[in-house]
């Protein structure tokens, strides 16, 4: 009976480890770089933006092929009653007439004014624009993500403060209750403590909820099941504030203006809007083109010439065939101003170009600025609530002492808990402010994004 006792509980442990080990195995522990990772290869926008660069690409293909000369074969077929001309037979007919024709004809452009060779220019610059709108993009989910997860950080470390806070307040109404019970303490102090307990278990639920709707946002952008558990690395935050990066504003524009894809994308619409003068102009100048083609054509009424019989199908293929060449010269005159407008247009879009990527770089190095500034913020603003809360502490660790000594109410003791829990809040925000703040910098200096 004994050894049968010993067997359950060996096989209750082997499924309980199974079911730990399995529990385990569903939770995914994720890095901050593998969020990021994820984000990249399957977000549906980067897709959308990598189709608009396949697009560009296609452009370019298409601007290329139009140096090749153009090839079009044709044929047709008919019937008709009545009187009529048959051009083939040459003459007029009242019976009923069948006619077919077959025709291959080519043409090819020999000058424009460049403007096929400044098209597959303006082209190429509106591909690598593209290629830097889909880096942008990226850049964008990037921060997104970095955003996301610190943010699903701190309300993790906002959710155990408010567990560890419950906890307090409720050993302190177990306390209050003993207290009130032996006569040491009125019942206004235990409905005191009765209403503290209710406020850290909202407080818990509040952060509960926060942190579960950031990992929720945080799948999302990774495209990710949401039923799928996982677990975020934490960062080292004494790591970070000791290697806080020290490199100054214009240094990092001066880095940042060279590879960020904003200006890389401004710079390339320039240099698309620059060619498109070039392409306005070439209306100024003659065009000339050739072209090339042959054919034949068959009539159920064409004759031969002297014995004015029917000719088969096959003689007249060869008797009706008809060859041509040709060169077409055009010189523009006067088109009612539209190619002086063209140009004039081209050049206004080419100074509003120049214009926006002026923007883009003062934007940028506007960002850099208040980044700068906000992460020396963020470095006094964390030393300022680590004080804070050290002084919280010990405020309340003063008090609970005056207060079991019946030297205070608990009021008094409440104010400084609560005061307690501010500071506890504070200091967690400020570091994770400072963990984004810095890696802001990293990423606008072009470093990894890593924990």
């Given at each position: 009976m004994m050894?049968?006792?010993?067997?359950?509980?060996?096989?209750?442990?082997?499924?309980?480890?199974i079911?730990?080990s399995?529990?385990a195995m569903?939770q995914?522990k994720?890095?901050v770089?593998?969020?990021?990772?994820r984000?990249l290869?399957n977000?549906?926008?980067?897709?959308?933006?990598e189709?608009?660069?396949?697009?560009?690409?296609?452009?370019?293909?298409?601007a290329?092929?139009?140096?090749?000369?153009?090839l079009n074969?044709?044929?047709?077929w008919?019937q008709?009653?009545?009187?009529?001309?048959?051009?083939?037979?040459?003459?007029?007919?009242?019976q009923?007439?069948?006619s077919?024709?077959l025709?291959?004809?080519?043409?090819?452009?020999?000058f424009?004014?460049?403007?096929?060779?400044?098209?597959?220019k303006?082209n190429?610059?509106?591909l690598?624009a593209s290629?830097?709108n889909?880096?942008?993009a990226k850049?964008?989910?990037?921060?997104?993500?970095?955003?996301?997860?610190?943010?699903?950080?701190t309300?993790?470390d906002?959710?155990?403060?408010s567990q560890?806070?419950?906890?307090?307040s409720?050993e302190?109404?177990?306390v209050m209750?003993?207290?009130v019970?032996?006569?040491?303490?009125t019942?206004?102090d235990?409905?005191?403590?009765?209403?503290q307990v209710?406020t850290?278990?909202f407080?818990?639920t509040t952060?509960?909820?926060a942190?579960?709707?950031?990992?929720?946002?945080?799948?999302?952008?990774m495209?990710?099941?949401?039923?799928?558990e996982?677990?975020?690395?934490?960062p080292?935050?004494?790591s970070?504030?000791?290697?806080s990066?020290?490199?100054?504003?214009?240094d990092?524009?001066?880095?940042?203006?060279?590879?960020?894809?904003?200006?890389?994308a401004?710079?390339?619409?320039?240099?698309?809007?620059?060619?498109?003068?070039?392409?306005?102009?070439a209306?100024?100048?003659p065009s000339?083109?050739?072209?090339?083609?042959i054919g034949t054509?068959?009539?159920?009424q064409?004759?031969?010439?002297?014995?004015?019989q029917?000719?088969?199908?096959g003689d007249?293929?060869?008797?009706?065939r008809?060859e041509?060449i040709g060169v077409?010269l055009?010189i523009?005159i006067?088109?009612?101003?539209?190619?002086?407008?063209?140009v004039?247009?081209?050049k206004i879009?080419?100074l509003?170009?120049?214009?926006?990527?002026?923007?883009a770089?003062?934007n940028?190095?506007?960002v850099?600025?208040?980044a700068?500034?906000?992460?020396?913020?963020?470095?006094?603003?964390?030393?300022s609530?680590e004080v804070?809360?050290?002084?919280?502490n010990?405020?309340?660790e003063?008090?609970?002492l005056?207060?079991?000594?019946?030297?205070?109410?608990?009021?008094e003791?409440?104010t400084?808990?609560?005061?307690?829990?501010?500071?506890?809040?504070?200091y967690?925000?400020a570091?994770?402010n400072?963990?984004?703040?810095?890696k802001?910098i990293?990423?606008y200096l072009?470093?990894p994004?890593?924990?």
């Amino acid at each position: 009976m004994m050894s049968k006792q010993i067997k359950h509980k060996k096989l209750w442990s082997a499924l309980a480890l199974i079911l730990l080990s399995g529990s385990a195995m569903a939770q995914q522990k994720i890095t901050v770089q593998e969020a990021v990772d994820r984000a990249l290869q399957n977000n549906l926008q980067i897709k959308q933006t990598e189709f608009q660069m396949s697009i560009a690409e296609q452009d370019v293909l298409q601007a290329r092929m139009n140096f090749y000369p153009t090839l079009n074969a044709g044929g047709n077929w008919g019937q008709s009653w009545g009187l009529s001309f048959d051009q083939t037979a040459g003459r007029l007919v009242t019976q009923s007439v069948n006619s077919a024709g077959l025709r291959v004809s080519s043409s090819f452009d020999l000058f424009q004014g460049f403007q096929k060779i400044n098209t597959v220019k303006a082209n190429k610059y509106s591909l690598l624009a593209s290629e830097s709108n889909v880096e942008r993009a990226k850049n964008d989910l990037t921060l997104s993500v970095l955003t996301t997860y610190l943010e699903a950080l701190t309300n993790y470390d906002m959710m155990l403060a408010s567990q560890d806070q419950l906890k307090l307040s409720q050993e302190q109404l177990r306390v209050m209750e003993i207290n009130v019970e032996a006569g040491n303490r009125t019942l206004a102090d235990l409905y005191q403590a009765q209403n503290q307990v209710a406020t850290d278990e909202f407080n818990v639920t509040t952060s509960e909820n926060a942190y579960e709707l950031a990992i929720l946002n945080l799948k999302q952008l990774m495209e990710m099941d949401p039923n799928v558990e996982i677990v975020l690395d934490r960062p080292n935050i004494e790591s970070i504030k000791l290697s806080s990066n020290p490199a100054i504003a214009s240094d990092i524009f001066n880095t940042a203006v060279s590879r960020f894809p904003e200006i890389k994308a401004a710079e390339f619409q320039t240099k698309v809007a620059e060619t498109n003068i070039d392409i306005a102009r070439a209306g100024y100048y003659p065009s000339l083109s050739f072209s090339a083609g042959i054919g034949t054509n068959y009539s159920s009424q064409a004759r031969d010439f002297n014995s004015q019989q029917i000719l088969p199908f096959g003689d007249q293929i060869e008797r009706n065939r008809n060859e041509s060449i040709g060169v077409n010269l055009s010189i523009p005159i006067f088109n009612n101003y539209r190619t002086r407008i063209s140009v004039r247009k081209a050049k206004i879009n080419y100074l509003n170009a120049q214009t926006n990527e002026q923007l883009a770089k003062n934007n940028l190095n506007k960002v850099i600025n208040q980044a700068v500034l906000d992460l020396r913020s963020a470095e006094k603003r964390l030393y300022s609530a680590e004080v804070a809360t050290q002084a919280a502490n010990q405020a309340y660790e003063v008090m609970k002492l005056r207060y079991n000594e019946g030297m205070t109410n608990s009021v008094e003791l409440n104010t400084t808990l609560i005061a307690k829990n501010r500071a506890e809040f504070e200091y967690i925000q400020a570091k994770y402010n400072l963990v984004f703040r810095n890696k802001l910098i990293d990423f606008y200096l072009g470093n990894p994004i890593q924990l």
